[in-house]
């Protein structure tokens, strides 16, 4: 018996690495998946194949999150394809722009935080209602970032959105828990991706030298990570932030 054999799951942004990550080993642990994307049609439709092909089931459900109503539409279309059912939500879906605060805009921060925040709010809230009609519980997981806590250069329009998930998570956890609904986040480290060596290998490099595991994380790292907030090895925690960075958040900084 795999550890979410039977549960209906939706992964946001299940094109891009992380989401596609995610969304296989949900898949290699029983789950049926619907995979939204938003520009990565191909990409996401590609993904589902190969989880069928490996016995799975998939669809693929397009949308933009920037729209609150969008939210909601994907969320019950899901659970309609999952005959009513909706058992966990990972909101993987955002962008990771580069600019720096003093010549950043209103529209440029507005525009981060609704895609990286208000999404979240909107699907997870649109996902908690599903489950209590269903009155099954279920599990809703944030993709936050190491970021939430130590931010990067150019990067405070982002950090700042992925702080507010992890209090977001939070909140929810106390407010849905009632409902049998636990909410956490997971905060990822640095992710290989096809290519990063080559464009970024400064980086590259003083990540490795500060990761006491001494290598970048994997898509499927943060997958485990997940796979377990959701599963019932979890069935005791709620309200967490699980930080997956092969530990370089435990080197001191001075």
């Known amino acids: 018996m795999t550890l979410l054999h039977g549960r209906i799951a939706l992964v ?7 989401g596609r990550g995610i969304a296989l080993r949900f898949a290699e642990e029983g789950a049926a998946l619907a995979l939204h994307c938003r520009t990565s049609v191909e990409a996401t439709r590609a993904l589902a194949a190969e989880i069928e092909a490996r016995g ?6 397009p949308a ?9 539409r994907l969320i019950d279309t899901a659970a309609d394809w999952g005959g009513g059912r909706l058992d966990a939500l990972v909101n993987n879906a955002g962008v990771q722009p580069v600019r720096e605060l ?5 529209t440029e921060w507005r525009t981060v935080l609704d895609a990286n925040l208000t999404s979240v709010f909107a699907c997870t809230q649109a996902a908690a209602e599903v489950m209590r009609r269903a009155d099954t519980g279920g599990t809703i997981t944030h993709i936050a970032s190491i970021e939430a806590h130590a931010p990067a250069a150019g990067h405070a329009h982002y950090s700042a959105a992925k702080a507010a998930v992890v209090m977001h998570a939070r909140s929810a956890a106390l407010e849905y828990g009632p409902w049998g609904i636990r909410v956490n986040t997971v905060s990822p480290g640095l992710i290989d991706r096809d290519g990063l060596s080559d464009t970024w290998p400064e980086g590259v490099r003083r990540w490795r030298q500060a990761a006491p595991l001494g290598r970048l994380g994997r898509p499927r790292d943060v997958g485990d990570a997940c796979v377990f907030l959701a599963s019932g090895l979890a069935s005791w925690i709620t309200g967490q932030d699980l ?12």
Do not use: K, N
């Open 102 to 106: 003093p010549g950043m805009t209103a």
């Open 56 to 61: 799975g089931r998939s669809v693929v459900l």
């Open 64 to 72: 933009d999150l920037t729209d609150e109503d969008a939210c909601h």
């Open 243 to 254: 930080v997956v960075d092969g530990g370089v958040t435990a080197r001191a900084s001075w």
């Open 12 to 18: 946001t942004g299940a094109g891009g690495g992380i």
